[in-house]
């Protein structure tokens, strides 16, 4: 949405409730947000969107449910207990649709996110002065956060500019007076309404963002020779590795059906399919401002749940550098980190032109040992050449065989050892 913020404080609350707001603030909020998403539609040329208020009711009622499950005792509880875009009965979006009587239209998507904060009341919930501010800067945060994302990640921003005719929108509050924490949660459900003879193909495409980033399924463009995308054919080095992590959801590709294989991964896009290989989702993680320049971006909350595992480093400066290409050495030892996998057996490979005291050596001995490094390598690693998209789509679905989320076994080329 991806990029929502969330402030965290030293101190957290052991108990918080569930505010319904008044009539009056919920529509001062909704009409702010709505007022929101048509200026960022109008700078877009996109038309307008309606206010539903059928749709309010199944936007209202995910947030209140997301409300009402959620414990802010602790960042565990707060991950483990973030609902996301399926309700606590298991019901996913159409679902709900299907169950609050309303028409999902023929196209329909979901954006979801959270912020939390101080107090929302200040003298008391029912001056609603304070709320009214903390619950419009929130929504401000998380819209802007969606709108700050960029192709191929930008699944949010593509519901609030996207063909939809309508949207409802729900909000709900935990809050919990004297607290230091508290949160606002923010639905916005987006149809379309028009008649069956315009013969619009009918797709669903679900998109949620929380304090972390999305989690794209939105359907991609089908390339024309049977390859997963236009670029990548069947022959293609990388076509069943690029396949398999498009089918995972890991990758979705750019606007135009591309993948661009040979482009280098920047060290945003290597996080991202890293732990997404790894299997794990942001989702209903928190983060904050982590580094100086990675703020409200939609790689933001990988990067920032990276830094706290230790997976990854800053600059001096105390910056991420997102934008900054990676190197084969320095995609290696991140991986590394990432995967925690141990050597298997002695070593069994040797690149030409890595030294064993190299400082990527080790973490290439183990990746290399357990056959997640591309055998395209040969017996070269080249260690500052740029680490390309298509290889990391090779490490990205050898990983998640190794990790068991692909449902297949894994199997690779035996390498020999290889002098220097």
Not at 6 to 16: F, Q, V, Y
Not at 326 to 350: F, H, P, Y
Request: proline letters at 4%; hydrophobic letters at 35%.
């Amino acid at each position: 949405m991806r990029r929502m913020i969330i402030a965290l404080a030293l101190l957290l609350p052991t108990t918080a409730q569930a505010v319904h707001l008044t009539d009056n603030h919920f529509e001062e909020i909704k009409t702010h947000l709505l007022n929101r998403i048509n200026e960022s539609r109008q700078k877009n040329g996109t038309s307008a969107i309606s206010y539903s208020k059928n749709i309010q009711r199944v936007a209202q009622g995910h947030a209140d449910d997301l409300a009402s499950h959620f414990d802010p005792k602790s960042t565990e509880t707060r991950e483990a207990t973030y609902l996301a875009h399926t309700s606590s009965d298991g019901r996913a979006l159409n679902a709900r649709f299907r169950d609050a009587e309303v028409e999902t239209g023929w196209q329909f998507s979901e954006n979801v996110g959270y912020w939390i904060r101080e107090p929302f009341d200040g003298p008391g919930i029912e001056d609603g002065a304070i709320t009214i501010k903390a619950s419009k800067f929130g929504v401000d945060l998380m819209h802007d956060g969606m709108m700050a994302e960029v192709p191929p990640n930008d699944s949010h921003k593509k519901n609030i500019l996207g063909n939809y005719t309508h949207v409802g929108m729900g909000l709900s509050l935990l809050n919990n007076p004297g607290s230091a924490l508290n949160t606002i949660f923010m639905v916005t459900n987006y149809s379309r309404y028009q008649s069956k003879e315009e013969e619009i193909d009918y797709r669903t495409s679900i998109h949620f963002a929380s304090s972390t980033s999305p989690r794209s399924l939105q359907n991609s463009i089908e390339a024309s020779h049977g390859g997963p995308f236009e670029d990548v054919n069947l022959n293609h080095k990388f076509a069943n590795e690029i396949e398999k992590i498009k089918e995972a959801g890991i990758v979705s590709g750019y606007d135009d059906g591309t993948f661009k294989p040979d482009k280098t991964v920047n060290r945003a896009e290597f996080i991202k399919m890293m732990m997404d290989s790894v299997g794990l989702s942001p989702i209903g993680m928190e983060f904050n401002a982590c580094f100086e320049d990675v703020f409200n971006q939609w790689f933001a909350p990988y990067v920032c749940i990276a830094k706290r595992k230790g997976w990854v480093n800053g600059y001096a400066d105390n910056s991420y550098r997102p934008d900054r290409e990676v190197n084969r050495a320095e995609a290696i030892a991140m991986a590394s980190r990432i995967i925690d996998i141990e050597r298997s057996g002695e070593d069994i490979i040797l690149f030409n032109d890595v030294s064993p005291d190299s400082w990527f050596s080790e973490p290439l001995q183990e990746l290399a040992s357990n056959n997640l490094v591309p055998s395209s390598y040969e017996t070269w690693f080249r260690p500052e050449r740029g680490m390309t998209r298509g290889e990391m789509a090779y490490i990205a679905y050898q990983v998640m065989l190794e990790k068991g989320g692909a449902g297949e076994e894994r199997s690779g080329p035996e390498r020999s050892l290889l002098g220097h």
